[in-house]
C-alpha cells in the first residue's frame, strides 16, 4: 500500500511541473505593464524601466520560469500587480474559505447522490426512479449562476432567511452563509453522482455473482450494501473525483456570485485587473489543490479495488505492475 | 491491382455491416423517446439560429442592429405584455428577441469548441493508442498535463492571456477540451486496434496511416461521438458561465450569459429577465443531454436490452 | 426412493418491452433424493430459468412465474415467504451458477464468502468458527486453507469454480442445483470438476440437477435425463431409456451429433434449423419445424407429454402411437 501511495506521488509530480508550464507559458503572453500598474500613471519612464528590471520582465522567457520555480518551491508567488501584496499570502488568506465551499459543497453532492442513486437503481422505473431521473436531469443542466439567482431571490431577498453574499464570522453565521453557495455548488455535482450510481449500481446488479449471493441466502438488505455497493462504488469514485475539477470551477462562479472571499473570486478580479502574477498565483494553487484531490481518489481506489491492492500487497506479483492507465 | 484490392477490401465489407449496425441505432433511437424529444429541440434551435442568420443577411443586418441592439430608455425593464411577450431588458430592448438572437452565439460556440477539440483532440488520442510504447507516453503525459489543469480555469487563463472576446473564448474552450477527447480516442483505439481485420489489413500492405483512418478510426468512432455529444451540454453552459464573469461575449453582442450577468443587478425589480435566459439554457442544455444518452444507449451494445 | 423436489406444469414468462417471451411452458419434472437428474437441451432452452425458477431467483419484472408450483419437502416454494426462502436458498437448495468468472463478488476474499453463507444460516456461530468451517470447505475441494484471503481474481476458473462449489455444499443442501458448472471450463478442469462434484455428492447424498449440453456429461454422471427444447421437457428417463432407447426426434438429433470413436463418420448430423422464436411459438408442436418425421397433425395439435413405460416419457405423437402410449 505505502508503495502504491509513493508511486502516485512521484507520478503526481511531474505532471505538476508541467501544469504550472503550461499556464506559466499560457500567462506570460498576456498584455500587461505591470511597473506603471505598480507605479501609477504618473511615473518617469526610468523609474518604469528600473522597475521592469527588479520585477524581472526584462529576462528571457526561462529565465523568468526558472525564477517562479525557484521561488514557487520556496511558497513564494511573487507580488500582486495591484497592490503590491505578496500573492502566496493572499491566496493562504484566501484557500481556507475556498475549501470550506468546496468540502462542503462535495460533501453535500456524495451524501444526496449516492443513496438517490441507489434507491433509484433498485427500485428502477419506479416513480421514484422517474422522479429522479427528472431532477438529476433538470439539475445538471442549470447553469450554476442562474440557480444562485434565483436561489438568492428566493431564500434571501423574499424570504431573508439566509444572507445573499459574504461570509459570516462566527460558527453559526458562517454555516447560515455556507448554505446557499453549498446548494449551488453541489446540485449538479449530487445529480450527477446520483445518475452515474444509479447506472453503475444497474450494472451490478445483472452480475452473476448479485444471484450467487441472492442464492446463499443473504437478506436482499446485505446485498444491496455489502455485495451490490462496493462494487459499484468504484466507478463513483472515479466520477467524483474526475469532476472535482468541474467543482473548482463552479467554485469560481459560485463565490463571485456569493462574494464568497476565496481563491476563485480571486483569480476573476485578477483578470479583469491583468495582474497575472495572482492569476497564475490562483491557476496554479487550484491545480494543485485539484492534483491532490486526484491522488486522493487514486488512494480511495486501491482500498476498495482488491485488483490494485493485491497487485502491491503481494510479493510474489511481478516487480513492474502495470499502472491503470486506461481511462 | 485496385479493382482485385476492392474486391477482397474488409472495408467493403465494413461498410455494409456499418450500415446495418447503424440502422440498428437508429431504430434504438427511435425507440426513446426522450432521445427524440431532445433531437427534435436541437433541431428547433438549429432552425431558429439559421433564421436568425437568413434574417440579418436579408435585411443586413438593420433588423438586428433596429431590434435587438438598439436601447429604447422608455422600454426599461418593461414586463412581459403582449407586445413584448419576454419583457424588456434594462436598456429596453426586447428580451425574446435578444434570446432569440443570442441562441446563436450560446449554442454555436459551445458546440464548435467541441467539435475543436474532438478534431484536435482525438488524432493524438489515436495515434498515442496505435503506436503504443514512447509515442504513447509523450502525448499522454502532455494531455495528463492538460487535464490536470481545472478546464474553466485553463479556459479563463486563456481568456486571460488573449484578451476578452468571442474568439479567444471558442479558442480558449477548444484548447481546454482537447486532452479529454484525447483520452477517450485512445481508449477506444485500444479496444479496436487489436482485432483481426486490422491484422488482415496490415498484412496486404496498408500502411499505418490507412490503418488509423481507414480501418481503426471508423470503429472506434462511437464512443467519440458519444462523448462529443454529451460534451457539448457542459460547453455550452461553460460559454454562458465565462459570459457571466465577464470573459467570453462582450456588450452590446446578445448572448444568454452575457444577459444574465446584466440581469443580475436587477433581479428584484425584474424578475423576468432572469428567468428567460435561464430557462433557454436549460432548456437547451438538456436537450443535448437527452440525445447524448440516447445516442450511447443506441451505440452501446452493452446496454441493449 | 423419496421425491425431494416435484415440478408440476411450471409456466414462467417475461414480459419485455417487444413483445413476451414464453420461457418455460408446462414443465413437470421430479427429483429424487440422491439422485443426480442431467436436464440437457441447447442453448436458449430455458433450463436456467428453470433452475432460477427452483431458487425463486427469477428477476420480476419482467419475468413472471405464470403457473404451476414447486413441491419442497411438502411446501410450495412459489407461495413461501420472503424469509422462508432465504433460509431454504444455500442451505436446503443451493446452485451453482455457469461462469465462475463472473459468480463470485470480486471485492470480497473467498473466505469471506463461503464464511457468509455458513453465517447466514448459523447464526449462533461466532465468527471465528465460521471462518474455519470456510476453511474446512476450501480444503474439501482441494484449495489449501491459506487461501481463504485472496480474492477472486487471484483464482484460475478452475479453482473458482471449486470456490463456487465449496459455497454451495458449504450447509451440507439437501438439492444441489449445478448450471453447466464445467462449461466455461478447459477440458482437462472440466473432468477434475466433474470428479470432485461426484465424489462430493456421494459423500453428502445431495440430490443434483445437473444443467448441461453435453451428453458425455450426462453419461458420465447423472441416473435419470430429461430432455428440455425450447421451454417444454420433450422426454426423459433413466440414463439407459434415453442413451439406448431413443424415442424423442430431438433427442435423436442429440446423439446424432455426438462424435462416436468406434465409428468412422465422415460428418456429424447436427441437427438442421433453429429453435422457435420464443415470442412466436408454434401451434402445433415445437420441434416439428426441425423433425424429419412430421406430419399434418404435429404442425397443428400439441402433444402431451405421455408416459411410455417404466419412467420413460415423451412428448411426440410419432412415437407415443408407436409405443401404443396412452394420453
Redesign the interface.
Known amino acids: 500500500m505505502a508503495r502504491y501511495i509513493i508511486k502516485r506521488i512521484l507520478l503526481a509530480i ?3 511541473i ?2 504550472t ?3 506559466f507559458t ?6 500587461s505593464d505591470p511597473a506603471r500598474m505598480i507605479l501609477g500613471s504618473s511615473a518617469t519612464e526610468e523609474a518604469i524601466e528600473a522597475m521592469n528590471e527588479e520585477l524581472g520582465i526584462n529576462d528571457p522567457f526561462f529565465v523568468r520560469y526558472f525564477n517562479y520555480m525557484k521561488g514557487l518551491v520556496q511558497g513564494d508567488m511573487g507580488r500582486s500587480y495591484r497592490n503590491n501584496s505578496s500573492v502566496s499570502e493572499t491566496i493562504a488568506g484566501r484557500l481556507g474559505n475556498t475549501l470550506i465551499l468546496a468540502s462542503a459543497g462535495m460533501l453535500f453532492a456524495i451524501i444526496i447522490g449516492i443513496p438517490v442513486g441507489i434507491l433509484s437503481a433498485v427500485k428502477q ?1 419506479s416513480k421514484i426512479d422517474n422522479a429522479t431521473m427528472f431532477i438529476t ?2 439539475l ?7 440557480y444562485a ?2 436561489l ?2 428566493i431564500f434571501a ?1 423574499k424570504l431573508h432567511w439566509l444572507p445573499a453574499s459574504g461570509m459570516g464570522v462566527g460558527l453559526v453565521p458562517l454555516l447560515k452563509s455556507l448554505i446557499l453557495p453549498t446548494i449551488t455548488l453541489g446540485s449538479g455535482y449530487a445529480a450527477m453522482i446520483a445518475r452515474t450510481t444509479r447506472s453503475s449500481v444497474l450494472e451490478v446488479i445483472r ?3 448479485i ?10 438488505k446485505t446485498v444491496i450494501w ?2 451490490m455497493l ?2 459499484a462504488l468504484i466507478p463513483i469514485v472515479t466520477v467524483v473525483g474526475l469532476n472535482f ?2 467543482l ?3 467554485s ?2 459560485t463565490e ?2 456569493f462574494s464568497w472571499p476565496g481563491v476563485g473570486r480571486y ?2 478580479d485578477s ?2 485587473y ?1 495582474d ?1 502574477n495572482a ?1 497564475l498565483g490562483s ?1 496554479v494553487t ?2 494543485i489543490l ?2 491532490i484531490v ?1 491522488l486522493a481518489v487514486d488512494i480511495i481506489y486501491a482500498l ?4 490494485i491492492k ?1 497487485q502491491y500487497a ?1 510479493k510474489r506479483r511481478k516487480k513492474h505492475a502495470q499502472s491503470e ?3 | 491491382m485496385h479493382k482485385a484490392k476492392t474486391q477482397f477490401d474488409p472495408a467493403v465489407k465494413d461498410k455494409q455491416e456499418q450500415r446495418t449496425l447503424f440502422q440498428q441505432a437508429v431504430r434504438q433511437f427511435k425507440h426513446n423517446k426522450m432521445a427524440v424529444a431532445g433531437l427534435i429541440i436541437i433541431l428547433i434551435l438549429l432552425a431558429i439560429i439559421i433564421a436568425t442568420v437568413v434574417i440579418d443577411i436579408v435585411t443586413d443586418q438593420s433588423f438586428y442592429n433596429e431590434h435587438v441592439i438598439k436601447q429604447d430608455l422608455s422600454l426599461r425593464l418593461a414586463k412581459p405584455s403582449a407586445e413584448h411577450i419576454f419583457g424588456c431588458d434594462e436598456y429596453g430592448r426586447d428580451l425574446f428577441l435578444r434570446i432569440i438572437w443570442g441562441t446563436r452565439l450560446s449554442l454555436t460556440i459551445g458546440i464548435a469548441a467541441i467539435f475543436l477539440s474532438v478534431i484536435i483532440g482525438a488524432p493524438f488520442g489515436i495515434i498515442a493508442g496505435y503506436y503504443g510504447k514512447t509515442t504513447d507516453n509523450i502525448i499522454m503525459r502532455f494531455m495528463d498535463v492538460l487535464l490536470s489543469v481545472p478546464y474553466i480555469l485553463l479556459a479563463m487563463a486563456i481568456v486571460a492571456a488573449l484578451g476578452k472576446s468571442t474568439i479567444n473564448l471558442l479558442i480558449a474552450l477548444s484548447v481546454s477540451g482537447i486532452a479529454k477527447y484525447a483520452r477517450i480516442a485512445r481508449a477506444s483505439v485500444m479496444v479496436v486496434k487489436d482485432n483481426e481485420y486490422v491484422e488482415a489489413a496490415r498484412a496486404m500492405g496498408a500502411n499505418d496511416f490507412t490503418i488509423m483512418f481507414k480501418y481503426i478510426l471508423p470503429n472506434a468512432l462511437a464512443p467519440i461521438l458519444v462523448q462529443l455529444s454529451l460534451g457539448i451540454g457542459d460547453s455550452i453552459l461553460a460559454v454562458a458561465g465565462l459570459s457571466f464573469l465577464g470573459l467570453g461575449v462582450q456588450y452590446p453582442q446578445a448572448e444568454w450569459g452575457a444577459i444574465l450577468t446584466a440581469a443580475r443587478t436587477y433581479m428584484l425589480q425584474a424578475w423576468h429577465v432572469s428567468i428567460f435566459p435561464g430557462i433557454a439554457l436549460i432548456i437547451s442544455v438538456i436537450a443535448f443531454n437527452l440525445f447524448g444518452d440516447g445516442l450511447r444507449d443506441a451505440l452501446d451494445p452493452k446496454l441493449k436490452r | 426412493m423419496g421425491k425431494i423436489l416435484e415440478i408440476h406444469d411450471l409456466k414462467v414468462c417475461f414480459h419485455t418491452e417487444d413483445g413476451t417471451v414464453h420461457a418455460l411452458n408446462n414443465v413437470d419434472l421430479t427429483l429424487e433424493d440422491g439422485i443426480t437428474l442431467g436436464l440437457v437441451g441447447e442453448t436458449g432452452a430455458g433450463k436456467t430459468t428453470l433452475a432460477k425458477s427452483i431458487m425463486r431467483l427469477i428477476p420480476s419484472p419482467p419475468g413472471k412465474i405464470e403457473n404451476g408450483e414447486i413441491i419442497y419437502d411438502g411446501k410450495n416454494i412459489l407461495e413461501l415467504s420472503d424469509t422462508d426462502i432465504m433460509s431454504i436458498r444455500g442451505q436446503e437448495i443451493s446452485m451453482i451458477f455457469q461462469d465462475p468468472m463472473s459468480s463470485l463478488n470480486p471485492v470480497i476474499t473467498v473466505g469471506d464468502q463461503i464464511a457468509e453463507v455458513i453465517q447466514v444460516h448459523n447464526k449462533d456461530l461466532d465468527k471465528k468458527e465460521v471462518f474455519n468451517r470456510a476453511c474446512e470447505m476450501l480444503e474439501m475441494v482441494g484449495i489449501s486453507a491459506d487461501r481463504a484471503f485472496d480474492y477472486p481474481h487471484q483464482f484460475s476458473g478452475g479453482m473458482k469454480q471449486r470456490v463456487v462449489i465449496a459455497m454451495a455444499l458449504a450447509c451440507n443442501p439437501r438439492i444441489l442445483i449445478a448450471d453447466e458448472p464445467t462449461t466455461a471450463l478447459d477440458v482437462t478442469i472440466q473432468a477434475q470438476v466433474l470428479e470432485m462434484m461426484r465424489e462430493l455428492k456421494q459423500k453428502f447424498n445431495t440430490a443434483t440437477l445437473l444443467i448441461t449440453h453435453d451428453l458425455g456429461v450426462v453419461a458420465q454422471m447423472c441416473e435419470k435425463v430429461a430432455i428440455m427444447y425450447a421451454g417444454e421437457i420433450v422426454e426423459s428417463g433413466t440414463v439407459h431409456d434415453i442413451f439406448n432407447n431413443t424415442l424423442h426426434p430431438y433427442t435423436e438429433g442429440l446423439l446424432g451429433a455426438i462424435p462416436k470413436i468406434h465409428l468412422h463418420e465422415k460428418r456429424l448430423q447436427p441437427i438442421e434449423g433453429l429453435m422457435p422464436d420464443p415470442m412466436d411459438m408454434p401451434k402445433g408442436c415445437i420441434f416439428c419445424d426441425r423433425c424429419k418425421y412430421a406430419t399434418e397433425r404435429c404442425k397443428n395439435e400439441h402433444p402431451q407429454i405421455t408416459n411410455v413405460g417404466g419412467e420413460h416419457t415423451v412428448r411426440c405423437f410419432l412415437r407415443q402411437d408407436e409405443k401404443g402410449g396412452e394420453e
Open positions: 511531474p505532471v505538476l508541467g501544469a508550464f503550461l499556464v499560457i500567462l506570460f503572453f498576456t498584455p422505473y436531469l433538470f445538471t443542466a442549470v447553469p450554476t449562476f442562474w439567482l434565483i438568492v431571490i431577498l452480475q452473476d455473482y444471484d450467487t449471493a441472492r442464492a446463499k441466502g443473504v437478506s436482499e455489502k455485495h462496493k462494487n475539477g468541474s473548482l470551477g463552479g469560481v462562479l463571485t456570485i483569480v476573476v483578470i479583469s491583468r497575472t492569476v491557476v487550484l491545480t485539484f492534483t486526484n476498495i479495488d482488491p485488483r493485491s503481494v492507465n486506461a481511462v
